[in-house]
Nanobody, 121 residues
Framework: QVQLVESGGGLVRPGGSLTLSCAAS????????RGWYRQAPGKQRELVAT???????NYAEFVKGRFSISRDDAMNTVRLQMNSLQPEDTAVYYC???????????????WGQGTQVTVSS
């Protein structure tokens, strides 16, 4: 069984920073991190940032220049460094990945359980 576990969320004041981590565990033959998403109360889930296997990244306009995505393939981990946080960044943040199982070589899409980020004074 493969799991994606996010961590690093919390309460931060406007202008502050947080680093989110998403670690994949289980029987993994290969993993393709699809990116970080977020969902604010009453809103649809939206894409925040993506990173390719080659390390190329893309960001939603509303986080460009403030957030940075990185990956550690040896640790099956993807991180999201968030700077200059604003109240509108308050949301549950999720990571998403496609995984090829090391057991049966089937490909399946996984989401983490989410980590809450609250930006408030």
């Amino acid at each position: 069984q493969v799991q994606l576990v996010e961590s690093g969320g919390g309460l931060v004041r406007p202008g502050g920073s947080l680093t989110l981590s998403c670690a994949a565990s289980g029987s993994i033959f290969s993993i393709n991190f699809r990116g970080w998403y977020r969902q604010a109360p009453g809103k649809q889930r939206e894409l925040v940032a993506t990173i390719t296997s080659g390390g190329s990244s893309n960001y939603a306009e509303f986080v460009k220049g403030r957030f940075s995505i990185s990956r550690d393939d040896a640790m099956n981990t993807v991180r999201l460094q968030m700077n200059s946080l604003q109240p509108e960044d308050t949301a549950v943040y999720y990571c998403h990945a496609d995984v090829i199982s090391g057991v049966d070589m089937n490909r399946q899409s996984y989401w983490g359980q989410g980590t809450q980020v609250t930006v408030s004074s």
